[in-house]
């Protein structure tokens, strides 16, 4: 009997894990029996304040013409992501956000007997990319802090090597890399090895932590710069992102990207949003005050966590091999919903993504409640672990 076309794929793309999202709010209110308007959600590092008013209102002028194809070759973005940024049109890929990109990375660059190199507790992403291309995984080692070691990260590239990933700041862990040190490690790479340097979060960094990678294209050919929407600018239902890099590399990217792979509605409020500076201003001060509300709160509930440079904080749940699972399930009983990292090898830990200081309370509050009573139980069960 002939085999079934599942059992022919490639046994890599066979092994690959599905990426698990953060829970939807409509899922945990069925479960739970709670309205929508009662659920938290701070589970997967969205803007708290959705979106510009001006993306809004340039995405229902969009919404007039939805019987067009989108613009396939994102003109109109690509002018205004040139203007904002100073980077000419030339170097700009659009993707179904910055995902797409990074699967592009891989498609164009990784084949079976290719390497990747990306550091533990790194975006999911770059793993799952990687696989499907059947290249080997090179997983780095992280730092004592869960950041990434760039020495060792440049000790293993080799020959083999195809792609090198860096995201700064990094997800889940939130950990920053100063400008210097990423640039002499770009410096150091060979040029048979692109460079992708991930910067979803960019956007949240202190005015002192900033640098501008996009003038590092123009020095270093194989370094490709990812940016997405989703976060700081609030267009995370839209999926639209974009990769900066120097022509030889786009035109490979744009070689195998989707014909139309960015929607009109996205392409017209990516245009806005990237002009609204006083809603950008906004979303950044909203990250900052609540950053400090949580660092406050869990240090006050005696629990460690990893300074973060992103809208999220990486907490230490206790010393039992499940902590992490454990208070996310005990939370999601009151009503918030958070993200468990075990799937990062990091299973004592929670991501929480920094919320509205309303929000930012109703998880402190169900922290209060829960922790007590779990904390007895998560300590003696790491003491028969």
């Given at each position: 009997m002939m085999d079934s076309p599942s059992a022919l794929a490639p046994e890599y793309?066979?092994?690959?894990?599905?990426?698990?999202?953060?829970?939807?709010?409509?899922?945990?209110?069925?479960?739970?029996?709670?309205?929508?308007?009662?659920?938290?959600?701070?589970?997967?590092?969205?803007n708290p304040l959705g979106m510009s008013?001006?993306?809004?209102?340039?995405?229902?002028?969009?919404?007039?013409?939805?019987?067009?194809?989108?613009?396939?070759?994102?003109?109109?973005?690509?002018?205004?992501?040139?203007?904002?940024?100073?980077?000419?049109?030339?170097?700009?890929?659009?993707?179904?956000?910055?995902?797409?990109?990074?699967?592009?990375?891989?498609?164009?660059?990784l084949q079976p007997e290719r390497e990747s190199v990306y550091s533990q507790h790194s975006f999911a992403v770059y793993a799952l990319a990687t696989q499907a291309t059947g290249a080997k995984a090179v997983v780095v080692p992280a730092t004592a802090g869960l950041g990434h070691d760039l020495s060792a990260m440049r000790r293993a590239v080799n020959a083999r090597t195809g792609v090198v990933w860096v995201a700064n700041p990094n997800n889940p862990t939130g950990t920053f890399i100063a400008?210097?040190?990423?640039?002499?490690?770009?410096?150091?790479?060979?040029?048979?090895?692109?460079?992708?340097?991930?910067?979803?979060?960019?956007?949240?960094?202190?005015?002192?932590?900033?640098?501008?990678?996009?003038?590092?294209?123009?020095?270093?050919?194989?370094?490709?710069?990812?940016?997405s929407f989703s976060k700081a600018y609030g267009l995370a239902g839209l999926r639209i992102g974009f990769g900066i890099s120097q022509p030889a590399i786009t035109d490979l990217l744009n070689r195998i990207r989707q014909p139309f792979n960015v929607n009109s509605l996205a392409q017209a409020a990516a245009c806005a949003a990237l002009f609204?500076?006083?809603?950008?201003?906004?979303?950044?001060?909203?990250?900052?005050?609540?950053?400090?509300?949580?660092e406050r709160a869990m240090t006050a509930l005696g629990l460690s966590f990893i300074p973060s440079?992103?809208?999220?904080?990486?907490?230490?749940?206790?010393?039992?091999?499940?902590?992490?699972?454990?208070?996310?399930?005990?939370?999601l009983a009151k009503g918030v919903i958070t993200r468990p990292v075990a799937n990062y090898e990091l299973p004592q830990w929670l991501r929480i993504s920094i919320g509205t200081s309303a929000e930012n309370e109703r998880f402190i509050a169900a922290m209060e409640q829960v922790m007590p009573a779990l904390r007895s139980g998560l300590n003696a069960a790491a003491g028969r672990s």
């Amino acid at each position: 009997m002939m085999d079934s076309p599942s059992a022919l794929a490639p046994e890599y793309v066979r092994g690959i894990a599905p990426y698990q999202g953060g829970r939807p709010i409509s899922e945990i209110a069925r479960e739970f029996g709670f309205q929508e308007s009662e659920i938290v959600k701070l589970a997967s590092n969205e803007n708290p304040l959705g979106m510009s008013p001006k993306a809004r209102e340039a995405m229902m002028v969009a919404a007039a013409d939805l019987g067009r194809y989108p613009d396939g070759n994102g003109f109109d973005l690509k002018a205004a992501i040139s203007k904002r940024f100073s980077v000419p049109d030339s170097w700009i890929t659009l993707g179904n956000g910055s995902n797409d990109i990074l699967e592009l990375v891989a498609h164009a660059f990784l084949q079976p007997e290719r390497e990747s190199v990306y550091s533990q507790h790194s975006f999911a992403v770059y793993a799952l990319a990687t696989q499907a291309t059947g290249a080997k995984a090179v997983v780095v080692p992280a730092t004592a802090g869960l950041g990434h070691d760039l020495s060792a990260m440049r000790r293993a590239v080799n020959a083999r090597t195809g792609v090198v990933w860096v995201a700064n700041p990094n997800n889940p862990t939130g950990t920053f890399i100063a400008a210097k040190e990423i640039e002499a490690f770009i410096a150091d790479i060979p040029h048979h090895v692109l460079v992708v340097l991930d910067e979803a979060y960019t956007e949240y960094l202190a005015e002192e932590d900033r640098y501008n990678a996009f003038e590092w294209v123009a020095k270093y050919p194989n370094l490709l710069v990812s940016r997405s929407f989703s976060k700081a600018y609030g267009l995370a239902g839209l999926r639209i992102g974009f990769g900066i890099s120097q022509p030889a590399i786009t035109d490979l990217l744009n070689r195998i990207r989707q014909p139309f792979n960015v929607n009109s509605l996205a392409q017209a409020a990516a245009c806005a949003a990237l002009f609204d500076q006083d809603f950008l201003a906004q979303s950044q001060r909203v990250n900052r005050e609540g950053m400090v509300q949580l660092e406050r709160a869990m240090t006050a509930l005696g629990l460690s966590f990893i300074p973060s440079w992103g809208n999220f904080l990486l907490v230490k749940m206790g010393s039992a091999p499940d902590a992490g699972m454990q208070v996310f399930k005990a939370l999601l009983a009151k009503g918030v919903i958070t993200r468990p990292v075990a799937n990062y090898e990091l299973p004592q830990w929670l991501r929480i993504s920094i919320g509205t200081s309303a929000e930012n309370e109703r998880f402190i509050a169900a922290m209060e409640q829960v922790m007590p009573a779990l904390r007895s139980g998560l300590n003696a069960a790491a003491g028969r672990s």
